[in-house]
Nanobody, 122 residues
Framework: QVQLVESGGGLVQTGGSLRLSCAAS????????VGWFRQAAGKEREFVAG????????SYADSVKGRFTISRDDAENTVYLQMNSLKPEDTALYSC???????????????WGQGTQVTVSS
């Protein structure tokens, strides 16, 4: 019933920045956990960043710490992923999810968007 739509992906050069958005529709979202995963071509889906909304606690994969920041706008039911200092290895389809539980596990998320492609050229 809840629909998530990602936007903001694109083609950027190494060192560039992008801000991804994940907009929820279908009513107010009360699930505590929001997060971002990514999947590169031919590779497994991996955790990127997550946030527990009630506590405002965030967590990040080691590979993106210091470069990516997750945030939210509750009034718009939107979660963001600010990505700075992008590297070619960041190239992937980025998907947002909402659910409960531990942020680093994909099974914690009940709802998923279709993803937005991020391509970083070298």
């Amino acid at each position: 019933q809840v629909q998530l739509v990602e936007s903001g992906g694109g083609l950027v050069q190494t060192g560039g920045s992008l801000r991804l958005s994940c907009a929820a529709s279908g009513g107010p979202v009360s699930l505590n956990l929001v997060g971002w995963f990514r999947q590169a071509a031919g590779k497994e889906r991996e955790f990127v960043a997550g946030m527990r909304r009630r506590s405002n606690l965030s967590s990040y994969a080691d590979s993106v710490k210091g470069r990516f920041t997750i945030s939210r706008d509750d009034a718009e039911n939107t979660v963001y992923l600010q990505m700075n200092s992008l590297k070619p290895e960041d190239t992937a389809l980025y998907s947002c999810g909402m659910g409960v539980g531990l942020p680093e596990y994909a099974k914690s998320y009940f709802y998923w968007g279709q993803g937005t492609q991020v391509t970083v050229s070298s």
